[in-house]
């Protein structure tokens, strides 16, 4: 391969999940430190990183296309931009990737991303080099400090899983869980705060099974965390996702009733409502301890809004094992969830199960299911209505005037200024939610910051 010119531009396309948003940033904060600059909007880059996910279907495909892509984008500008590949998908396929695609120059996993640097010199140079290597949280010394960042920022304390559910390539994408030390933490949120942040999301795959020692040598688990999080006066919202049943404990329950800060918002991945499906995906809870959980959380904070993930069509899902999810769903009354097709990931145990059930079933049953998960979702707004709360304001609405943020309970919320005052990104403001719609509320400021 050809020695390239020095980039001048970059882009970093994140897919998947917030702890790809998260590297995402961090990636591009490697690459501002080495003078680079962001590509404008509509600009071909002359570095493109695509920061994979590898969690459901044609993941792969995907990225392949997206190469193709890039390529001929690049030729049309008179440009042969040098194409990283980061992620998940990276960590699961580089090599193969590397082989097929003769235009990526630098393959680099989710663990190793702050070699990025090194990589892009011999890159430049004209070598092509894959670095899927899984050094123990390293990466977080090498990282350059936080830069401005929006009113919302995500801060990534915990990394890995150890559960191994049947049906996952998180534990083989993303590795062992590894818990990033107390002051770390404390640290860089301060630096979030410096930076403009007011709300911080704390990130993990299992970020309940955080744990450390603070810097009196005393064993914190994350409300520990939370509490010493709280302390810091600019940090004004406090959130944490996303969470496993087994690793909840009552002193992360009792955090919810006890620390304002911390928002009354939980989301706790249920999957399904049958038992028999929660023992194959190898869940370790059941619906029943699953809800009794919940109500746990709802006596410490009872205006809590939930949240889960479910996937329909797992192999052997029976129609009547179905209907339990559906139970467990209305028993529950979710404020919002996602909902997915199983996909068979290459590796995963599920994936040779016997019993796959067929795409049109899978369908029918995931419409069903979003139906009363939008019904719920509507209804949860519907009952909001009434209510006065702070919104953090995020954005500028469509209209001169309007603007969005969010509710404690992570509704979006749109609302016009009040006559005379102007709000601008990162304030908080009293809002009185007027109407709930099915994604959203429509508010009206009664008070400033
Ligand atoms: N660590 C988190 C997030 C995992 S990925 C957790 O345990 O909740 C986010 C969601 O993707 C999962 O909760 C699950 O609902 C879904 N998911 C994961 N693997 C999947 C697969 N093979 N097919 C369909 N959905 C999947
Ligand atoms: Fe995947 Fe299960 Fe780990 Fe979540 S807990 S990342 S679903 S293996
Ligand atoms: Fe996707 Fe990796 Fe996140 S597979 S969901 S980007 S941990």
């Known amino acids: 391969m050809k020695a390239s010119d020095q980039p001048r531009t970059y882009r970093v396309k994140s897919f998947g999940c917030q702890m790809n948003v998260y590297d995402g940033e961090r990636m591009a904060e490697l690459l501002d430190a080495r003078g680079i600059a962001p590509a404008a909007e509509g600009e071909e880059a002359d570095l493109v990183v695509l920061n994979t996910c590898h969690i459901r279907e044609k993941a792969a495909e995907k990225v392949y296309s997206d190469i193709g892509r890039i390529t001929k984008a690049g030729r049309a500008a008179g440009k042969r931009p040098l194409i990283a590949v980061a992620g998940c998908v990276a960590q699961a396929e580089g090599e193969e990737i590397m082989a097929r695609s003769p235009a990526v120059s630098m393959v680099v996993g989710p663990q ?7 990589m892009l010199d011999r890159a430049v140079a004209g070598e092509r080099a894959t670095d899927t290597d899984m050094p123990a949280i390293a990466k977080f010394a090498a990282l350059p400090d936080r830069r401005r960042v929006a009113p919302t920022a995500f801060l990534t304390v915990q990394e890995g899983c150890d559960k191994f559910c049947t049906y996952c390539v998180v534990p083989y994408t993303r590795g062992a869980e590894i818990s990033r030390p107390f002051n770390d933490l404390v640290d860089e949120a301060k630096r979030l705060v410096e930076a403009g942040a007011k709300e911080v999301t704390l990130l993990g795959q299992n970020v309940s099974a955080w744990s450390g020692e603070d810097s009196r040598g005393r064993v914190q688990g994350l409300d520990g965390l939370i509490r010493e999080l709280a302390r810091i006066p600019e940090v004004q919202r406090i959130r944490y996702t996303t969470s496993h049943p087994a690793d909840m404990d009552e002193g992360l329950v009792a955090a919810h009733g006890e620390v304002e800060k911390l928002m009354p918002f939980l989301h706790l991945p ?71 097709k199983y996909s068979p990931r290459p590796g995963t145990p599920a994936a040779t199960m016997e019993g796959q059930v067929a795409p049109e079933v899978m369908d029918e049953r995931l419409q069903r299911l979003q139906a009363a998960l939008n019904r719920d979702q509507l209804a949860f707004n519907r009952a909001s209505v009434g209510r006065t709360c702070q919104v953090l304001v995020e954005r500028r609405g469509k209209h001169p005037g309007q603007w969005l943020g969010k509710s404690p309970w992570l509704q979006s919320v749109w609302f016009s200024e009040k006559g005379g005052s102007h709000c601008a990104i990162g304030d908080m403001v009293t809002v009185r939610l007027l109407e709930g719609g099915p994604n959203s509320m429509r508010g009206q400021v009664i008070g400033g910051k």
């Open 270 to 340: 249920v999957q399904s409502g049958s038992d028999r499906v929660l023992r194959a995906m190898n869940r370790s809870h059941t619906a029943d301890s699953y809800l009794r959980l919940l109500e746990r959380f709802r006596e410490a904070r009872p205006d809590i809004a939930l949240s889960g993930d479910f996937i329909v069509g797992f192999p052997g899902e029976t129609e009547a094992e179905f209907e339990e999810t559906l139970a467990l769903v209305d028993s529950v009354g979710y404020a919002q969830a996602f909902s997915f």
């Open 112 to 118: 190793a991303y702050h070699r990025l640097p090194d």
